[in-house]
T-cell receptor, first 111, second 116 residues
Framework: DAKTTQPPSMDCAEGRAANLPCNHSTISGNEYVYWYRQIHSQGPQYIIHGLKNNETNEMASLIITEDRKSSTLILPHATLRDTAVYYCIVSDGSNDYKLSFGAGTTVTVRA | NAGVMQNPRHLVRRRGQEARLRCSPMKGHSHVYWYRQLPEEGLKFMVYLQKENIIDESGMPKERFSAEFPKEGPSILRIQQVVRGDSAAYFC??????????????FGPGTRLTVL
């Protein structure tokens, strides 16, 4: 019952931007797009979330298409410590508190 | 501002024993969520609690598992008579539930339970 689709894996060169795509074609109007990552066996780390406008914080940027059916998480300058599983999750954040962690995208940053 | 705290980080139990996992939410957060991650799988929601109330326990196994979040002290996830299939990482998250349209959950480091 996953609401999002992500590629299973991707590689990125250290120092380059990493662009992680996510499809969420059935997203409803009040649902946000959240991104978390899980670095080997650690707890999921919140990265960023957005509704329809592009968002940027100290960790990443989130680009959401105008129709909101897909989005891209951008890590501007990937480091080896960004190697992790990245999860794209849609949730209305209030009533839909059961975050659904699918398989995510395993990102490997290579030196 | 300290993050979500969980202890112990690692817990080893023999079959039939009890496991108690503790979670202290972030300062100012009054809502706690527990998730379980079985080996090689994604996190699965177990239970959502507010202080002294269980809001949603639809993800909890019907037997042996219970959770509480007392007025004072941490939230406790209790597993009675553990079996090998309970071996997993248990993560706690907390949120402020400000009533705004979005409410981000922040996760702790997890407790890794191993049942021998």
């Amino acid at each position: 019952d996953a609401k999002t689709t992500q590629p299973p894996s991707m590689d990125c060169a250290e120092g380059r931007a990493a662009n992680l795509p996510c499809n969420h074609s059935t997203i409803s109007g009040n649902e946000y797009v959240y991104w978390y990552r899980q670095i080997h066996s650690q707890g999921p780390q919140y990265i960023i979330h957005g509704l329809k406008n592009n968002e940027t914080n100290e960790m990443a940027s989130l680009i959401i298409t105008e129709d909101r059916k897909s989005s891209t998480l951008i890590l501007p300058h990937a480091t080896l410590r960004d190697t992790a599983v990245y999860y794209c999750i849609v949730s209305d954040g209030s009533n839909d508190y059961k975050l659904s962690f699918g398989a995510g995208t395993t990102v490997t940053v290579r030196a | 501002n300290a993050g979500v705290m969980q202890n112990p980080r690692h817990l080893v139990r023999r079959r039939g024993q009890e496991a108690r996992l503790r979670c202290s939410p972030m300062k100012g957060h009054s809502h706690v969520y527990w998730y379980r991650q079985l080996p090689e799988e994604g996190l699965k929601f177990m239970v959502y609690l507010q202080k002294e109330n269980i809001i949603d326990e639809s993800g909890m196994p019907k037997e042996r598992f219970s959770a509480e979040f007392p007025k004072e002290g941490p939230s406790i996830l209790r597993i009675q008579q553990v079996v090998r299939g309970d071996s997993a990482a248990y993560f706690c998250a907390s949120s402020p539930r400000t009533g705004l349209s979005t409410d981000t959950q922040y996760f702790g480091p997890g407790t890794r339970l191993t049942v021998l």
